[in-house]
């Protein structure tokens, strides 16, 4: 049996937004499954609850912990390829720009992802992390196996013919169940997407979202608030050539336009909130229409140097342009000023327990404040319009909901919670967040 110690510590733990901290009693640094089964068997001793953090890119506190913080830093890179079953088993603290990379030189790519990939691979499924995409959904939805030690130290592993009813809880855990050490992802030969941004109105891009939606494979927009202007993104499969952004073009939009100046935007909206609906008017006209075509991380993925604190919700997507429009009238009638771009994303219905796409078509909206920024008042009058729509708030991302409110819009909630009861039934891997969300 391998051995590692635990370092006490009185380091405070900070998320990637700043907007949640914790102070752990302890730390470690495991570098493999069996070194992992060590420290939670040495924490349960302790007496201490066990998080696991990995890029701290959730905006909630579910990786918080006053006992034993888990830093997967070690558990890192490819362990194996399956070119006949089409899969890759990676260790869950690799993070998902790393795997993109490697991928990629073996001429492989996931099917989808999300827009940032700064996350390790567990903390992105954990939590729900997804791009857009019309047949193709989560990352989580990708797994076809997870190896994970439980709170015994018991290490287990599960798929859909192994422990399914594990399987179909712990793609999106929450860190519940157990420390998740390594994870087999669907892959496939990697091919080429054309992306086409374009700007468009407000009224016709929600006019014609269903038709947009079903004529492309992945289709997403922003609505710049305090004006009536969007961009859009359609992202489809291409036989190419390969024909990526220039060096100058790509830098002015993707660096000096969306991170750069925005920075500076939002810098001096916080300071001046009053400036937000003119520089909003303004920025929101800078974008212009661009088509370019690359490898899929390239395509899906963007920097964002731009901190902000972030509230997302999963409605039926029919609901989702009334949603909007409801989030639209609600600004241009109160005295918030806001200064970020609120974000539209689809996702299919999927089979993960607490998947926010679990059993029905979504659609997602998702806003943002820059961070420093007080944002309560604006995620409070949003949250309203996406609960009154029966939405699913993002798991790591800011809300305020709780366990009686995910029993409604969860019809398998009960399924995870009962797993939970088996696998954690004193709560190793419980917090404050997990106590809220899931109920003691």
Known sequence: MSTISTTSTSRTWRNWAGNVSARPAREASPASAEEVADVVRQAAEAGLRVKTAGAGHSFTAVAATDGLLIRPDLLTGIRHIDRTAMTVTVESGTPLKRLNAALAREGLSLTNMGDIMEQTVAGATSTGTHGTGRESASIAAQIRGLEL??????????????????????????????????????????????????????????????????????????????????????????????????????????????????????????????????????????????????????????????RFVEMEYALPRETAVAALREVKAMIERSPLRVSFPVEVRTAPADDITLSTASGRESAYIAVHMYRGTPYQSYFTAVERIMTAHGGRPHWGKVNTRDAEYFAEVYPRFGEFTALRDRLDPERRFGNDYLRRVLGD
Not at 273 to 285: G, H, L, N, Q, W
Request: charged share 20%; aromatic share 10%; proline share 7%.
């Open 149 to 306: 030690v439980t709170a015994d130290g018991s290490l287990l592993t599960c798929s859909e013919k192994e422990r399914p009813e594990v399987f179909a809880a712990a793609r999106i855990g929450l860190g519940a169940l157990g420390v998740i050490t390594a994870i087999t992802f669907a892959v496939e030969p990697i091919f080429l997407l054309t992306a086409h941004e374009e700007p468009m109105t407000f009224d016709k891009v929600t006019a014609e979202f269903d038709a947009l939606h079903a004529e492309n494979e992945h289709f997403e927009f922003y609505w710049f608030p305090h004006t009536g202007n969007c961009n859009t993104k359609r992202n489809n499969r291409s036989m190419g050539p390969a024909s990526p952004p220039g060096t100058v073009s790509g830098w002015i939009e993707d660096e000096l336009l969306s991170n750069g100046v925005f920075q500076v935007v939002n810098s001096v909206g916080r300071a001046v909130p009053a400036t937000i609906p003119a520089i909003a008017k303004v920025s929101s006209r800078a974008l212009s229409a661009r088509t370019y075509t690359d490898i899929p991380y390239k395509v899906f993925t963007s920097p964002r140097r731009v």
